[in-house]
Structures are given as structure tokens and as C-alpha cells.
């Protein structure tokens, strides 16, 4: 266990975004962040976790709504 003290994790909704859309984007974000956190992710899963993470804070992929 790690006694670092980690920021809150901000996302920020974009403008007309409906807000399922925005809850579920931002979920995702959360985890992604975390699992870097915890260095959850080596190697190849890391590169597609950071792409998939920086798709997703730039509005370029609009996650799965359950």
C-alpha cells in the first residue's frame, strides 16, 4: 500500500454532452487514472490504456452507456 496521497480525479463535461454519456466517460476516466495509479498496466496494455484515456478526456470516443 502506497502512502501517497493522490489529487482528485477532475473531469470536466463537455458542452451538450448528455449527462449518461458524461457519467459513463467519466467512470472510465476514473478507473484508467486509478489503474495507472496502482501500476496496474505494463507494456503494450498501458499504450492502449493511455491512448484509450487521452480519447476519452479529448472527446474523441464516447464510452459504452449502460
Known amino acids: 500500500m502506497s502512502d501517497e496521497?493522490?489529487?482528485a480525479i477532475k473531469v470536466e463535461r463537455f458542452y451538450d454532452?448528455?449527462?449518461a454519456?458524461?457519467?459513463a466517460r467519466r467512470?472510465?476516466?476514473v478507473t484508467i487514472i486509478t489503474g495507472f495509479r496502482n501500476s496496474r498496466y505494463e507494456?503494450?496494455?498501458a499504450e492502449r490504456m493511455e491512448n484509450?484515456?487521452?480519447a476519452l478526456q479529448d472527446g474523441m470516443v464516447v464510452p459504452a452507456v449502460a
Open 5 to 7: 496521497i493522490w489529487p
Open 17 to 19: 454532452e448528455p449527462l
Open 21 to 23: 454519456h458524461y457519467e
Open 27 to 29: 467512470r472510465e476516466i
Open 43 to 45: 507494456g503494450d496494455v
Open 52 to 54: 484509450r484515456l487521452m
